[in-house]
């Protein structure tokens, strides 16, 4: 019977492993917006002068003002930060169009949100 209660409490602590919303598939508004400033920094180091830096931080306010959502695709958000550094340095870099996450259903054993 002891064995039978443990096997259970560990299927359960495995299903809920904290994998569900903080998992790989998902990020938090402020890590979103985190990621895609600290790409902007990195840009504006390796392009140096050559930057529009009203360009590159001015315009934030307004981009990150549209981000509503508590939650975004972590593809997105990659896609997004490589769109950042693949630009030349003289151009402007394109807005980023994240796609909102409401909620995280888990595969196998992590749980659903």
Do not use: H, W
């Amino acid at each position: 019977m002891t064995k039978k209660l443990f096997l259970i409490g560990l299927l359960f602590l495995i299903s809920c492993s904290s994998e569900g919303i903080n998992g790989p598939d998902v990020l938090t508004k402020d890590t979103t917006i985190k990621r895609i400033r600290s790409a902007k920094l990195a840009r504006l180091a390796a392009c140096g002068g050559n930057v529009n830096v009203q360009a590159l931080f001015v315009n934030d306010s307004i981009e990150f003002a549209g981000y509503t959502a508590a939650f975004y695709s972590e593809k997105d958000v990659s896609d997004c930060t490589l769109r950042i550094f693949s630009v030349a340095c003289g151009q402007e870099v394109p807005p980023c169009n994240l796609s909102s996450k409401s909620a995280f259903k888990g595969s196998f054993l992590q749980g659903e949100f």
